[in-house]
Nanobody
Framework: VQLQASGGGLVQTGGSLRLSCSAS????????VGWFRQAPGKDREFVAR????????VYADSVKGRFTISRHNYENTVSLQMDSLNIEDTAVYFC????????????WGQGTQVTVSS
């Protein structure tokens, strides 16, 4: 499975961005697609995940109610709509795929930078 993340950029506090993760290869093997982020000097943290088939979602408490993860069946993509962004959301965002459903993500895309300015 190959993953390509896109959509990062610079936005002001309170603004919105939409990230996209495009999957290719053995996409039928995917169980979860997740978004993670890593801010400077901090550990990578979970943001949200969605089941590849069925679209069930889980969110980190820090983004619940502000971010929406969606699976787009015909495009083999997963989007992350980010609203009401704040400075603490500044990070490099990564998408990852889990084929086993055990929350081990062996497949990762390159990161995309999200910067929220005041």
């Amino acid at each position: 499975v190959q993953l390509q993340a896109s959509g990062g950029g610079l936005v002001q506090t309170g603004g919105s961005l939409r990230l996209s993760c495009s999957a290719s290869g053995r996409t039928n093997d995917i169980y979860y697609v997740g978004w993670f982020r890593q801010a400077p000097g901090k550990d990578r943290e979970f943001v949200a995940r969605v089941t590849w088939n069925g679209g069930r979602t889980v969110y980190a408490d820090s983004v619940k109610g502000r971010f929406t993860i969606s699976r787009h069946n015909y495009e083999n993509t997963v989007s992350l709509q980010m609203d009401s962004l704040n400075i603490e959301d500044t990070a490099v965002y990564f998408c990852a795929a889990d084929p086993q459903g055990n929350l081990a993500y062996p497949y990762w895309g390159q990161g995309t930078q999200v910067t929220v300015s005041s």
